[in-house]
């Protein structure tokens, strides 16, 4: 495990949601030097610092993958230690005991059980088929490492979720983002600084689901939703006069339409009166480090 610490420009895209001062985790994955951490924490990053508990030493983003969430960062300077074993999130069932480490030593190190595996939707255009969910929770959750009883890298932490349902009852749990995402696309992000599949279209909006409606909560600016005309307050009723439900929903039809570039037709309920706005997509990495959310 190694500490991360980033600095992020003032006008990078992500500085308002994020901040410009980030601190998280990451793992060794390969004896190379290679560290595998949860992407917000280096996204835009201007300057990235790794550390173990005896030294610091500079780093830099070797690449980062959107669809996953995943990021991958290098030392500049030798940074002595092993790396962790890849083990597999598949291979975790409800109700397996699990360590959650951070880079702090063993006084970060918490035993945890799984308590879900589902899918997830994050409101910033983000969809994976079947997060990880844990408790106890771990309080410096960022790049953590979730750790099967052999000692394997099964997932990296992304959120700390509150209210969270467990046969019925409420609950404070961690959701990890599963190894499997990234193992298959290592060294096509090394080679490339991201995968080379067709990136996603991205409409450059975070979207609140309230189990009711689909409410635009925020639109980055000079991004396809706000040239576009979306506007925060804004309802998502469908996509090219089809419904939608949920989130995951709502994206995966985004997605299903093409790839980056692609013209998204959205049904919008604005104060009470519908309306449809036409939304040229882009690809989320050329927006990077511009703009404002507003």
């Given at each position: 495990m190694v500490s991360i610490t980033a600095h992020i420009p003032d006008d990078a895209m992500s500085a308002g949601l994020l901040g410009t001062e980030r601190v998280g985790h990451g793992v060794r994955i390969r004896d190379d030097g290679l560290i595998a951490t949860i992407g917000y924490v280096v996204h835009e990053a201007e300057n990235v610092w790794i550390g173990t508990r005896s030294t610091v030493v500079p780093g830099f983003v070797v690449g980062y993958d959107f669809d996953s969430g995943f990021a991958l960062v290098k030392p500049s300077l030798p940074l002595h230690g092993g790396s962790m074993e890849l083990g597999s999130a598949s291979d975790l069932v409800v109700g397996d005991a699990v360590s959650v480490m951070s880079s702090s030593g063993n006084e970060q190190v918490i035993e945890a059980r799984v308590i879900a595996k589902q899918e997830f939707a994050g409101r910033w255009e983000y969809v994976i088929d079947q997060a990880l969910f844990t408790s106890p929770p771990h309080d410096s959750w960022s790049g953590a490492a979730l750790v099967d009883r052999n000692g394997r890298l099964c997932g990296l932490g992304s959120l700390v979720i509150q209210g969270f349902?467990?046969?019925?009852?409420?609950?404070t749990v961690n959701m990890f983002v599963p190894i499997d995402l990234l193992v298959p696309i290592v060294d096509e992000i090394c080679a490339h600084g991201r995968r080379l599949a067709p990136p996603r279209p991205w409409l450059g909006m975070l979207v609140h689901d309230d189990q009711h409606d689909l409410t635009v909560v925020g639109v980055y600016?000079?991004?396809?939703?706000?040239?576009?005309?979306l506007r925060p307050g804004d309802v998502i009723v469908g996509i090219d006069d089809e419904p939608v439900v949920g989130l995951?929903?709502?994206?995966?039809?985004?997605?299903?339409?093409?790839?980056?570039?692609?013209?998204?037709?959205?049904?919008?309920l604005r104060n009470a009166e519908k309306m449809e706005l036409r939304v040229r997509s882009g690809d989320r990495a050329?927006?990077?480090?511009k703009g404002t959310l507003q």
């Amino acid at each position: 495990m190694v500490s991360i610490t980033a600095h992020i420009p003032d006008d990078a895209m992500s500085a308002g949601l994020l901040g410009t001062e980030r601190v998280g985790h990451g793992v060794r994955i390969r004896d190379d030097g290679l560290i595998a951490t949860i992407g917000y924490v280096v996204h835009e990053a201007e300057n990235v610092w790794i550390g173990t508990r005896s030294t610091v030493v500079p780093g830099f983003v070797v690449g980062y993958d959107f669809d996953s969430g995943f990021a991958l960062v290098k030392p500049s300077l030798p940074l002595h230690g092993g790396s962790m074993e890849l083990g597999s999130a598949s291979d975790l069932v409800v109700g397996d005991a699990v360590s959650v480490m951070s880079s702090s030593g063993n006084e970060q190190v918490i035993e945890a059980r799984v308590i879900a595996k589902q899918e997830f939707a994050g409101r910033w255009e983000y969809v994976i088929d079947q997060a990880l969910f844990t408790s106890p929770p771990h309080d410096s959750w960022s790049g953590a490492a979730l750790v099967d009883r052999n000692g394997r890298l099964c997932g990296l932490g992304s959120l700390v979720i509150q209210g969270f349902e467990v046969n019925g009852a409420m609950s404070t749990v961690n959701m990890f983002v599963p190894i499997d995402l990234l193992v298959p696309i290592v060294d096509e992000i090394c080679a490339h600084g991201r995968r080379l599949a067709p990136p996603r279209p991205w409409l450059g909006m975070l979207v609140h689901d309230d189990q009711h409606d689909l409410t635009v909560v925020g639109v980055y600016r000079n991004c396809p939703a706000d040239k576009a005309g979306l506007r925060p307050g804004d309802v998502i009723v469908g996509i090219d006069d089809e419904p939608v439900v949920g989130l995951a929903n709502m994206f995966r039809r985004v997605w299903s339409m093409g790839s980056a570039g692609v013209d998204v037709p959205l049904n919008v309920l604005r104060n009470a009166e519908k309306m449809e706005l036409r939304v040229r997509s882009g690809d989320r990495a050329g927006f990077q480090r511009k703009g404002t959310l507003q």
